[in-house]
């Protein structure tokens, strides 16, 4: 049995930093443990352009610790009003490494999204010929459609017409959760990836319902069946390079979470890789972690495998129940468990 691993230096396809003093204060677990990270776009107000990416990113580098090499890969929030040269300038800049697509109210801070798929066609078309990267949150957002339907929904409804559409379009499909999802990447060609978080690979939707509400294990997208679950395991663990690591970590405060109407988002940032790698153990497949953790990312995104290395070692030991952010508490993901490995500082 290993005692230790050691992989390439991981990146982060897809998180949320918020701004401000909550930014400030978990820049640093995202750091500690990855070179790069996917930045989620939709702040108040949401990050349209390439000088309010530019201004965020360097918002966020003042926060990363000194001694550590971090690079936030910032991404443009689609809108119905897109201006298609902008973001083919920010990208031609080295600003912009993606766009997001936000289905208009699908998550937090969503309702500047896209409520018209038709409408983005001249922008999918220009980001196709200037080989942009989109990333998609992949859900419809009618009210009667069943919130654990969404997901397949879209694939049938939007997805698969873009995929078609636009042959040659690098598509992201973000934190996938269903084995609907996992089929539809399988059988799209080398150009269409997915994302999967540490709690879909950990929680089914008991765990937001059996015993009481747990606000804590809310995330958008939600939780699915266990039949789900195991089919994003399988997924994650089977050395496809058309998957990769991306937490959707997003920090809210305790009492936001604890509120009559619960935010959405599960902060994994402290303890993803040691979470990630407890599924991977579980699943009898170490040696193809640091294919998840560390190259199918870049390679997708056609950026460079980091040189530097992190160790993890078999040690036991407890997550916090509760941490500190923007003088705020926060409930980790985790919170109170015992995971079994541990990275090495």
Not at 115 to 121: E, P, T
Not at 167 to 196: M, Q, W, Y
Not at 301 to 330: C, F, Q, S
Request: glycine content about 4%; hydrophobic content about 40%; charged content about 25%.
């Amino acid at each position: 049995m290993a005692e230790t691993l050691t992989i390439r230096r991981p990146d982060d396809w897809h998180l949320h930093f918020r701004d401000g003093d909550m930014m400030r204060d978990v820049v640093p677990f995202t750091a500690r443990q990855f070179a790069r990270a996917i930045v989620m776009p939709n702040l108040t107000p949401p990050v349209t352009d390439s000088a309010s990416a530019a201004a965020y990113r360097e918002r966020i580098l003042s926060a990363v610790p000194d001694g550590i090499d971090f690079m936030p890969l910032m991404t443009c929030y689609l809108t119905d009003d897109t201006d298609p040269d902008d973001l083919a300038r920010g990208a031609a800049e080295g600003i912009f490494t993606a766009a997001k697509l936000y289905p208009a109210n699908a998550t937090t801070n969503s309702a500047f999204g896209v409520s018209d798929m038709a409408r983005l066609d001249p922008v999918f078309a220009r980001m196709e010929s200037e080989d942009i990267v989109l990333c998609i949150h992949g859900e419809v957002t009618e009210s009667h459609i069943d919130i654990f339907d969404r997901e397949a929904e879209f694939i049938e409804r939007h997805l698969r017409r873009i995929v078609r559409d636009f042959s040659k379009l690098r598509v992201v499909f973000e934190h996938i959760t269903t084995s609907e999802a996992v089929d539809f990447v399988l059988e799209c060609g080398p150009n269409v990836a997915a994302t999967i978080t540490p709690q879909h690979l950990h929680i089914n939707r008991n765990a937001m319902l059996v015993g009481g509400i747990r606000p804590h294990a809310y995330c958008l997208p939600v939780a699915k069946r266990e039949q789900h679950r195991l089919a994003l395991r399988k997924a994650a663990t089977s050395g496809s390079p058309k998957f990769f690591l991306g937490t959707d970590s997003a920090p809210h405060p305790r009492h936001a979470k604890e509120s009559a109407c619960g935010c959405a988002g599960i902060f994994n940032a402290p303890f993803a890789l040691e979470s990630y790698l407890a599924v991977f153990e579980e699943e009898d497949a170490l040696e193809h972690f640091e294919g998840f953790a560390s190259l199918n990312g870049p390679a997708f995104y056609k950026l460079p495998i980091n040189k530097a290395t992190v160790t993890l070692k078999r040690e036991p030991h407890k997550v916090p129940d509760m941490l500190t952010a923007a003088g705020e508490d926060i409930v980790p993901f985790h919170a109170g468990e015992t995971l079994d490995w541990k990275l090495v500082d």
